[in-house]
């Protein structure tokens, strides 16, 4: 494993970027529009240089990751000689296709086709491009950098020698990693949105307050962070989007919260926004009254 491709430029691509380029693997970033690929090296760079500032990270091996970024803005091109491509796509199947399928015709007959899809189907992806063997979910959490899991996720179709491989991707980049066969929200987004909608449900029938129910949880169940500011900072609309996908898939347990609904129509979809079940406009964040 030496060369990895990202596509993608956003929160999840540009972490999974750095976090490539760290563990000392060439990386070349892609975007449709190579000015966006390089903003985005260039906030990886400001990212690296507070943690110079800050004595978690010495001069020397800033820019030994900084060398080993590279922008790009054709996709077929920076497919070229991969070991290994990750999406970061926005969380849709004809788009995800469409990037890989450019991949797969351009990059090694060996090349791993990676996908960060927290809930699309892996089997299916790999059935339209014709190479199920060879593709993997690869699912990161936000951050990339900061997160310590790496979530694994077999295709029907998957190679048990591209499960090996990423295994050993995961330890390169300093991540635990889980493998769960492919299904509906996998592992961690079932369960992640399933107890985000119950907190929602429990908002709307007045049970507590925003800041209660986090602090419920965290306090509580030692989560790091409770399941609406972490709705937050996923995407509103994200979390909508997967829970419709699960309410089709699995059943009426996964029906989104009505108030979720409301609030992505309003384009309160958290931290992007500005607004979501917190004012993000704050500093820290200030929980909204909603009973």
Known sequence: MKTVLVVGTGTMGRGIAQVAAAAGLVTRLCDVNIGLAERA????????DRRVAQGKLDSAERLA???RLHASGELATAADGIDLAIEAVPEQLVLKVEVLSVIARAAPATAILGTNTSSLSVTELGERLGAGERTIGLHFFNPPP????????????????????????????GKTSILVNDSPGFATSRLGVAIGAEAIRMLESGVASVEDIDRAMELGY?????????GDLVGLDVR???LEHLHREVGEQFRPPQLLRQMVRAGWLGKKSGKGFYDWSAEPPVARKFV
């Open 146 to 173: 900061a997160m310590p899991l790496l979530e694994i996720v077999r295709g029907l179709h998957t190679s048990e020698a591209v499960i090996e491989r990423c295994q050993f991707f995961a330890k390169m980049l």
């Open 41 to 48: 090296i260039a906030s990886i760079i400001e990212s690296l």
């Open 65 to 67: 990751i900084v060398s």
């Open 222 to 230: 030692r989560h790091p962070m409770g399941p609406l500011k972490l």
């Open 240 to 242: 909508l989007a997967i």
